[in-house]
């Protein structure tokens, strides 16, 4: 058979191209004398109806085995985590440290409170980590903070004096940044 466009012959129907087996029409018999694989409306009803008991919900649907709930967050434990890592950043600068001690004590405090949450709303890794950072926070504040003390203790009053008497008169051009006399070797 022969297709050309002259219009003595015509085109083959729509969806058969010549007789092959996957180009059968829902239900025609196949042409090799097997079953039709497309016989009807599929089962559970017609399309668009609902689905019949015991079968999948059409897509889209509600119900059956989905997707698993979202996971539960523990606002509390967030906060005690971040408070905590702000805490633990501050803690090695001296008067900022002051700071960082208050905030560590309430990443100790939100974290408490979160793990006895955890049972309900989860996070109980979380609300543990702002408890850590919080007690590392707390103790390195501290210590810092004894430094600190200690070495502004250390200056009396008579050294104050003369370094301020030394920033307040002027210094003549190059001077303190050689040593006085000539170098030894």
Known sequence: MSHDNTGSTPPPPPGRSGGEP?????????????????SGPPPGGSYGSSPAYGSSPA???AGGYGQPPAP?????AIAALVVGIIAILGCLIPFVNIVSLVLGIVAIILGAVAVRRSALAGGRGLGLAGIVLG?????????VLGL???????VDQQELDQIMEQLETPQPEGAGLLPDGPPTR
């Not at 539960?72 to 509390?76: Q, V």
């Not at 007690?135 to 210590?143: E, F, G, K, P």
């Not at 600190?148 to 250390?154: K, P, S, Y």
């Open 72 to 76: 539960r967050s523990n606002g509390m």
């Open 59 to 61: 897509y889209g649907a």
């Open 135 to 143: 007690v590392l926070s707390v103790i390195v504040s501290a210590v």
């Open 148 to 154: 600190t003390v200690a070495a502004l203790g250390e």
């Open 22 to 38: 996957w180009s059968v029409q829902p239900g025609e018999p196949a042409p090799t004398g097997g079953p039709s694989y497309a």
